[in-house]
Every structure is written in C-alpha cells, then in structure tokens.
C-alpha cells in the first residue's frame, strides 16, 4: 500500500478540511438512479456476476478521483492513498448472514471479477467480521437487491474522521424501456463536496452507460 502525507498548509482544501474536522463534523450522503441498462446487457451477454461487475465500475471512478482516496495513517497524518479497494458485504441465503470480505481492485474487470469468486468462495464459511486481514485503503461496499428505494443513509458513529467512501445500491427495475437502479454514496464533508460527489454520479453513468 502506497500513500502520499497530504500537507495541510499547501493543499487548497486545506483549511476548509480543518474547518470539517475540527468545527463541524458532517458526512454528506446523495442517493441517485443510475441507468444500468448497458451495463446490465454487457454482464448478461460475459456471463459475469452483477455484484463484483459494478463494485469494480464504482471502484474504477473512485479511483479516478483523488477526493474519495483519502484516510490517515498510524500517526494521524491525513494521506491520501495511491489506490482503494472494496470491502464488501456478502450475502448467505441459507442464513440470512453476511460476511465482510475483501478484493484488491485491479484495473482490468476481468480480473477483479475472478479474483472476487476466489475470494467468496475461500471465505465462505466465515461470517460477519471473522475476516480479519483487511488493508486500510478500502471503502464500503453493501447491496439491497430486494428493493428499489427512494433514500438510503449509514451513520458511521466513530470520532467523526472516517474518510472513505460508503456505498449502496439496490434492486435494479425497467421504468420506460430502461434499467433503473438507485445508488447511495455516503462520504466526509472534509475531503467531498456536493460538487465531487455529482461528478462521481455522472462519471460512473458515462463509463457503465457506454459500450464495452
């Protein structure tokens, strides 16, 4: 894992950041439909999993975007990180439990899509949080595909310094020809503004809604 220290007193969001951190402590969270049908077509038609194709799509904008690539280091230091990956929730039917599991990002899909089956299955008698061995660069990843909802938020009650990325989606559902999916993403007020987290909607919609 590569990070870089991010200097408060040269870096432009500098003092807004303390302002966030120090003063006013908010995480901003935008639910939005997102139009899959593209993308949906092109997981069919590789015969790929829904879940790890789209957690990849998210991961690779996340990773485009040096806004949701931050966190701290061991001495407190603001950093932001070369690179994040997802740690995700993984659902068992038989049940109704989850387990947080981990997949390094990799920038080709087909091989983040394997590499998330390797893992699932090594990994499939565990629960909750039996997975211990999980890097610091990750950000959140869980999935409601048994509802299409309106508004979706997840309080983080820590100190009020989580940085990464926390994002949902849910049950994707054709409305006038086309596949629509709500997608929630949950962040830190210090590092994104409403600004950046609209840009990261309508990067994702460009990238999954364009042919592959």
Same mark, same amino acid.
């Given at each position: 894992? %590569?990070? +870089? !220290?991010?200097?408060?007193?040269? $870096? #432009?969001?500098?003092?807004?950041?303390? /302002?966030?951190?120090?003063?006013?402590?908010?995480?901003?969270?935008?639910? @939005?439909? !997102?139009?899959?049908?593209?993308?949906?077509?092109?997981?069919?038609?590789?015969?790929? #999993?829904?879940?790890?194709?789209?957690?990849?799509?998210?991961? #690779? &904008?996340?990773?485009?975007?040096?806004?949701?690539?931050?966190?701290?280091?061991?001495?407190?230091?603001?950093?932001?990180?070369?690179?994040?990956?997802?740690?995700? @929730?993984?659902?068992?039917?038989?049940? =109704?439990?989850?387990?947080?599991?981990?997949? +390094?990002?990799? +920038? =080709?899909?087909?091989?983040? /899509?394997?590499?998330?089956?390797?893992?699932?299955? #090594?990994?499939?008698?565990?629960?909750?949080f039996d997975l211990t061995e999980v890097p610091e660069n990750v950000f959140n990843v *869980?999935?409601?595909? $048994? &509802? *299409?909802?309106?508004?979706?938020? !997840?309080?983080?009650?820590? =100190?009020?310094?989580?940085? @990464?990325?926390?994002?949902?989606?849910g049950k994707y559902e054709e409305k006038n020809g086309s596949l629509i999916m709500p997608?929630?993403?949950?962040? /830190?007020? @210090?590092?994104?503004?409403?600004?950046?987290?609209?840009?990261?909607?309508?990067?994702?919609?460009?990238? !999954?809604?364009?042919? %592959?």
């Amino acid at each position: 894992m %590569k990070y +870089e !220290i991010i200097n408060l007193n040269e $870096w #432009k969001r500098g003092k807004l950041f303390l /302002h966030y951190i120090n003063n006013l402590r908010n995480v901003l969270s935008l639910t @939005a439909d !997102i139009d899959v049908t593209v993308f949906v077509r092109f997981v069919k038609e590789n015969n790929l #999993k829904f879940y790890p194709a789209f957690m990849w799509a998210v991961s #690779k &904008i996340f990773n485009s975007r040096e806004e949701f690539r931050y966190g701290w280091d061991k001495e407190g230091n603001l950093i932001r990180w070369d690179y994040i990956s997802p740690y995700y @929730a993984d659902f068992h039917k038989d049940d =109704e439990m989850f387990t947080l599991l981990y997949t +390094e990002y990799a +920038e =080709e899909l087909l091989t983040f /899509h394997e590499n998330f089956l390797k893992d699932r299955e #090594k990994y499939k008698d565990f629960r909750a949080f039996d997975l211990t061995e999980v890097p610091e660069n990750v950000f959140n990843v *869980s999935c409601l595909p $048994w &509802i *299409s909802y309106k508004s979706f938020d !997840i309080h983080v009650f820590d =100190e009020g310094k989580y940085l @990464a990325p926390v994002v949902t989606w849910g049950k994707y559902e054709e409305k006038n020809g086309s596949l629509i999916m709500p997608l929630t993403v949950n962040i /830190h007020h @210090a590092v994104c503004d409403g600004f950046h987290l609209c840009r990261f909607f309508n990067d994702l919609q460009t990238f !999954i809604g364009s042919e %592959k």
